[in-house]
């Protein structure tokens, strides 16, 4: 699907209720799944990639019941059933590599495939850690989807890991929950910490704590969680490309009501302060146009997915601004370091690749008259593109942008509303 963005290049104004946080509601999903009892959870995210979750929650057995509030009843997890059929992900690559950790304790076979940008996707650096735990697993190439697991008996092991990525640590400790005796994590740097805050909820015994910036999460097996009573907070990942708009339109105020306030979804808000913007803990502005920056490797797993956002500021500011450290970009839901550098490019604005990063040159002097995205089927790309495309005024054509709905359906509504946007929506063939 095309869509066609008229947008009168006024800024942004008013208030926003970000959707339910997508990692959290995937969590929220997986616990329930996972725990002996009846939960309920208020303000899920109603995304694509979440309604995949519910689906996978019904295929192993929980029964889910939707609405304003969803309630998952399940019986724990001794008791999940072996699907049926094969579990479609669709683009989700959370739910992918947790739920792989997942199927390890289902008796039987778990199969698992999703969309063409998610079976392009690693998934080897969850496999191997889960085979070192005994797990039985076979995947396309080694390494992408579809992959197979045959429910075993895990033992807890020890883990150093390399690449920092919340999803790798949450597939080993959800894995270690079936395992026996302990499972003990330590990762270069604190990553989301969603799965450790889902423990706490359920009333998982576990220990966390610090080695220098290295982070340790230990639990021990043969636990299983509580069921419990939760309301999402709003999604900062969603909240940041209005936040962004805001701060690259001097004169814009956009207010975000509800937004989860972790430090470590909170990397994007430190470099915007950074560039001059003002950021009181719930009101974006800027009273003059953004200053160039440079985000360095430490930053990044704060604000992994906030980095399309975040180019688009780049692309409004004045001066130069890198990003390094961050080639993890590249296994996304599409490669974003060369996605991102295609849609700035088509704004006429500089930009450069590097192998783990881009730089910006600022400035949005030389657009052309219509510009045009194409969303790679990654959700992020296509709201950059629609933001840059109200930052600058007139028109911009996003090409795949049904990909939106894979993390926040109501996208464009909020766009229309606080931008005062017009947006076509075009059938097309792909
Ligand atoms: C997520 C972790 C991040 C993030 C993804 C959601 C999660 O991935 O990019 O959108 O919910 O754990 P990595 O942990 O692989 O970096």
């Not at 072996?82 to 947790?98: H, K, M, Y």
């Not at 889960?130 to 697993?137: D, E, F, Y």
Request: net charge negative.
């Amino acid at each position: 699907m095309r869509a066609r963005l008229i947008a009168p290049g006024r800024g942004f104004e008013g208030v926003l209720v970000p959707p339910g946080d997508k990692s959290i509601s995937h969590r929220a999903v997986l616990f329930a799944l996972a725990a002996a009892g009846t939960s309920r959870i208020r303000n899920l995210s109603t995304a694509e990639d979440v309604v995949a979750s519910l689906r996978f929650a019904s295929a192993l057995g929980a029964s889910v019941v939707p609405g304003e509030e969803v309630v998952i009843e399940a019986r724990g997890l001794e008791y999940l059933t072996e699907p049926s059929s094969v579990i479609d992900v669709g683009n989700s690559g959370t739910l992918a590599r947790l739920g792989l950790g997942l199927a390890t304790m289902v008796p039987g076979l778990s199969v698992f495939a999703g969309d063409s940008s998610v079976s392009k996707r690693p998934m080897a650096r969850v496999i191997e850690p889960l085979r070192r735990m005994g797990a039985v697993i076979e995947a396309r190439g080694g390494d992408r989807l579809p992959a197979a697991v045959r429910g075993s008996r895990l033992v807890g092991r020890e883990f150093s890991l390399s690449i920092p990525s919340a999803q790798l640590k949450s597939a080993i400790l959800l894995a270690g929950l079936g395992a026996v005796g302990r499972t003990r994590v330590t990762e270069p740097v604190l990553t989301r910490p969603h799965t450790e805050e889902f423990f706490s909820t359920c009333g998982i015994e576990f220990e966390e704590g610090f080695e220098g910036k290295q982070h340790v999460v230990e639990v021990w097996g043969g636990q299983t969680p509580r069921a419990f009573d939760l309301e999402i907070p709003g999604d900062p990942s969603a909240a940041a490309f209005f936040i962004v708009g805001s701060v690259s339109t001097p004169g814009s105020k956009v207010s975000v009501s509800g937004m989860y306030d972790g430090k470590t979804r909170g990397g994007f808000l430190e470099v915007l302060e950074r560039m001059g913007a003002s950021w009181d803990g719930r009101g974006a502005s800027a009273t003059r146009a953004l200053e160039g920056t440079e985000v360095t490797p430490a930053e990044v797993p704060s604000l992994i997915d906030e980095l399309p956002a975040l180019s688009v500021a780049f692309a409004a500011a004045r001066g130069r601004s890198s990003v390094s450290g961050a080639a993890e970009l590249r296994v996304k839901e599409s490669d974003r370091i060369a996605a991102v550098a295609e849609m700035l490019k088509n704004f006429g604005v500089e930009v450069e690749e590097h192998f783990d990063g881009f730089s910006v040159n600022g400035g949005l002097d030389s657009v052309p008259g219509s510009r045009t995205v194409d969303s790679r089927l990654d959700h992020r790309i296509a709201m950059s593109g629609a933001i840059l495309g109200c930052i600058v005024g007139g028109e911009t054509v996003i090409d795949g942008v049904e990909t939106v709905a894979t993390s926040y359906p109501s996208f464009f509504d909020d766009l229309t509303r606080l931008a005062g946007a017009s947006v076509e929506l075009i059938q097309t063939q792909r």
